[in-house]
């Protein structure tokens, strides 16, 4: 049967697996540059040379962010890195590298792993569940980092003064601040909605209810958990590694 349409050539192409698929997709399109940048962008999704070098990248950064930060490690680290735990982080980073859209996204994996391996006070525990942290990482989006640092941001010193953020008229109390840089942001105000929602469905944030004298129609309040707080920590540790500061 004759194909007359361009995606339905590209279909036919994707599923024979041809090994010279730019080029042929190249064909299809002519000058057409949009189906050009299509093509580029598929071979570079399923090429497998590209998808070992992001994952051998997420390792080498998780290396040499262990090695960078050496002098912080507890003495039993070599015996840390045996536990089951480690195994899943390291399988999920793979992964995720393996699928990350670039080196750049791999990289900030492994460096995340690192940190997470060996987290401090309070939140020694999470080292069980780094894998979870690993896999959450890689999902989220621009708009959700952006939100759940602006959650962070505007709810730091009710954070400070209720550490297990039980009350939730502390952050009540700042939800116009909340609104304000929102608004500086230029988030608006339907997406602070859907990204607390969004943030919610990971275990990042939590809506908090407004005494009812204090709530606008539509408005919803959204604060970080104490998971969303120590994954942005990890976030921050890999966008600014100790590696390539030394």
């Not at 192409?13 to 299809?28: F, P, S």
């Not at 230029?186 to 709530?215: T, W």
């Amino acid at each position: 049967m004759a194909i007359d349409s361009a995606t339905d050539k590209i279909r036919e192409i994707i599923g024979e697996e041809d090994d010279e698929l730019l080029g042929a997709l190249t064909q299809v399109g002519g000058v057409f540059q949009p189906i050009v940048a299509v093509a580029a962008t598929v071979k570079a999704v399923v090429d497998g040379a590209d998808r070992h070098h992001r994952v051998c990248s997420s390792i080498r950064a998780l290396c040499n962010e262990l090695d960078a930060i050496r002098e912080q490690l507890p003495q039993d680290a070599t015996d840390v890195l045996k536990r089951p735990w480690f195994r899943r982080a390291m399988q999920v980073m793979m992964e995720e590298a393996a699928g990350s859209e670039d080196e750049s996204k791999a990289r900030q994996l492994g460096v995340a792993v690192a940190h997470g391996c060996f987290p401090a006070g309070d939140n020694g525990h999470r080292q069980e569940d780094l894998a979870s942290y690993i896999h959450d990482l890689a999902r989220l989006g621009t708009d959700d980092v952006q939100m759940l640092k602006l959650l962070r941001d505007v709810y730091r010193e009710p954070i400070r003064t209720t550490p297990n953020m039980h009350d939730p008229s502390y952050f009540t109390e700042h939800f116009s601040e909340f609104k304000k840089m929102a608004s500086e942001l230029k988030i608006h105000p339907d997406d602070c909605v859907a990204l607390g929602a969004r943030l919610s469905g990971f275990g990042l944030a939590y809506e908090v209810m407004f005494n009812s004298s204090r709530q606008s129609p539509g408005e919803h309040c959204f604060r970080p958990t104490r998971r969303g707080v120590y994954l942005l920590s990890l976030l921050e540790a890999s966008e600014t590694p100790k590696a390539e500061q030394n």
